[in-house]
């Protein structure tokens, strides 16, 4: 059973296309997470959803909205797609908002982005 | 400054030997510490959370020093199947919210 999962795994696209990933956990938590790993690696966290309310909203461009139906899905949609989006995003879950040890957050298996 | 850093890397060490990584943290009120690891072209998966008076899980250590806002881990016995990149992540609650942030990674590799 796979419990964060992603869709697609890759996604080709041309500059100012709008796209989506989906993404759904079937772990029964209560907040899931966009992040986006850029060509260094870095990982830096784009959104948080719980219980359907954005709670994080970091210096993200307003091209990308969430969209959460429900509480096992978040998706990201992207308006005018840009060289600059071409990362890897993932998705994340976790039980919880709380910082302790036990919210431990599950990762989906990302998604490839390039933007030609 | 980043909120978490640490040496990039690459680290290349034989089979057997023992290896270990470090980083630092910017926010002193950071309140939950980790090591995820990720693998080639994966996702990043907890390997072990980092307590206030250092844990151990098998071959790995992890220490924690508030004062210097310092996290290290330390792998024993290195064997193949460690080669990965190994993330520190540290928890801490901003704008309402609690964070994960991430370092950028230290990557090893195992040689045979």
């Known amino acids: 059973d796979t419990a964060v999962s992603q869709t697609p795994k890759y996604l080709v696209t041309q500059m100012g296309n709008d796209k989506s990933i989906k993404c759904e956990q079937n772990l029964g938590h209560d907040t899931m997470y966009w992040y986006k790993q850029d060509s260094k690696k870095f990982l830096k966290i784009m959104f948080s959803y719980n219980n359907k309310e954005l709670i994080i909203n970091e210096t993200v461009p307003n091209r990308f909205s969430p969209k959460s139906p429900d509480k096992a899905h978040l998706n990201l949609h992207i308006n005018s797609l840009e060289l600059g989006d071409s990362a890897v995003y993932f998705c994340?879950?976790?039980?919880?908002?709380?910082?302790?040890?036990?919210?431990?957050?599950?990762f989906g298996p990302g998604t490839r982005l390039t933007v030609l | 400054r980043k909120e978490v850093e640490q040496d990039p890397g690459p680290f290349n060490v034989p089979e057997g030997a023992t290896v270990a990584f470090n980083c630092t943290y910017s926010?002193?009120?950071?309140?939950?510490f980790f090591w995820y690891r990720q693998d080639c072209r994966k996702e990043p998966k907890l390997l072990m959370s980092v307590y206030s008076s250092g844990n151990e899980d098998g071959r790995f250590t992890a220490q924690l020093n508030r004062a210097s806002q310092y996290i290290s881990l330390l792998i024993r016995d290195s064997k193949l199947s460690d080669s990965a990149t190994y993330l520190c992540?540290?928890?801490?609650?901003?704008?309402?919210?609690?964070?994960?942030?991430f370092g950028t990674g230290t990557r090893l590799t195992v040689i045979p």
């Open positions: 994340a879950s976790s039980q919880g908002l709380a910082g302790g040890f036990e919210n431990e957050q599950f």
């Open positions: 992540v540290v928890n801490s609650y901003q704008t309402g919210a609690n964070n994960l942030f």
């Open positions: 926010n002193s009120a950071s309140q939950s």
